[in-house]
């Protein structure tokens, strides 16, 4: 489901549902600058160290997932937010089963 209008109301923690071994995804809004995804991780799926072009700002809508920024370790939960700087290495692992919003900045 792409948002169609700004008047749309929805929940982030309703739009994606757990799958039992897997990470899933569903791309809310995609545009020129930039785009916003939403992901469900199974609880101990993760994303290996990889690095992304872009700047991009991770916000936890459930759940707990630890995060590997430039060799640092954080842990999230609840509404905490990250800013992960384009180039820099990250790698993501989901402590507990959780919906994640990832917004990148293309420009």
Known sequence: MAIQQITDVFRFDKLVEYQKGTI????ILKVAGGNITLFAFDEGQELSEHT???DALVQIVDGE???SLAGKAYSLSGEDSIIMPANVPHALKA???TKMLLTMIHD
């Open 24 to 27: 899933v995804s569903r791309q």
């Open 52 to 54: 992304s072009p872009f």
């Open 65 to 67: 997932m630890a995060i």
């Open 95 to 97: 402590i507990k089963s």
